[in-house]
């Protein structure tokens, strides 16, 4: 069954440093997502993207956030500054075509921020 | 902005009992969908639901999409071990952008 994959499974980071995060989304979906869950809370919705452009986004994607869909495979979440509050699992996600709001989701990349 | 409220924020049940999850959505919806997350996993999804009253069903899970289109539930009939993890609602507007309830973590009691 074609799944959502993301790289790194955990990534430590210093404060202040650059980080990017990858997924590789179900290969025939248009819609990709990223989402943020800090541990034992609610899953977060950070943006959305759709024929190379974002197509929405939260208040939590600020300038500190950018996406990138660099190939025809891969799809990044780059943080420029990190701070300790970025300390969460990122969820990578994409969807069908007929159904944009069906998400299937990554495993996941556990960023910790020191 | 809109906002997906879930109760309870936790359940404990004994194996057998059965378990019901209540969203409400402080906007109409056009959709909403039912995620679950073990611990330590990810969402999986489980079901859409799009009409006002909706009702659909899946082995011992039972979800319902209020007529207004603002309130959704899940409940699981008998449930099992296997059931254990955090149940999420999660809301669209008709847009991109999903809100997800803060979910409900069912325990259960062998």
């Known amino acids: 069954e074609p799944e959502v994959t993301q790289t790194p499974s955990h990534q430590v980071t210093q404060m202040g440093q650059e980080v990017i995060l990858r997924c590789v989304p179900i290969?025939?979906?248009?819609?990709f997502y990223w989402y943020r869950q800090i541990l034992g809370q609610k899953v977060e919705f950070l943006v959305s993207?759709?024929?190379?452009?974002?197509?929405?986004k939260s208040e939590i994607f600020d300038d500190q956030f950018s996406v990138e869909r660099p190939d025809g495979s891969n799809f990044t979440l780059k943080i420029r500054s990190t701070k300790l509050e970025d300390s969460a699992m990122y969820f990578c996600a994409s969807s069908p075509m007929i159904a944009k709001n069906i998400q299937y989701f990554g495993a996941g990349t556990r960023l910790s921020v020191l | 902005g809109q906002q997906v409220m879930q109760i309870p924020q936790y359940q404990h049940v004994q194996e057998g009992e059965d378990f019901t999850t209540y969203c409400n959505s402080s906007t109409t919806l056009s959709n909403i969908q039912w995620y679950k997350q073990r611990p330590g996993g990810h969402p999986v999804f489980l079901i859409q639901l799009v009409k006002s009253g909706e009702v659909k069903k899946q082995k011992r899970l039972t979800f319902q999409f209020g007529e207004a289109k603002k309130n959704s539930s899940l409940h699981i009939t008998a449930t099992q071990t296997t059931d254990v993890g955090t149940y999420f609602c999660a809301g669209s507007t008709g847009g991109f952008k999903t809100i997800f309830g803060a979910g409900t973590r069912l325990f259960v009691k062998a």
């Open positions: 290969s025939n979906h248009l819609y």
């Open positions: 993207f759709y024929n190379n452009e974002i197509s929405e």
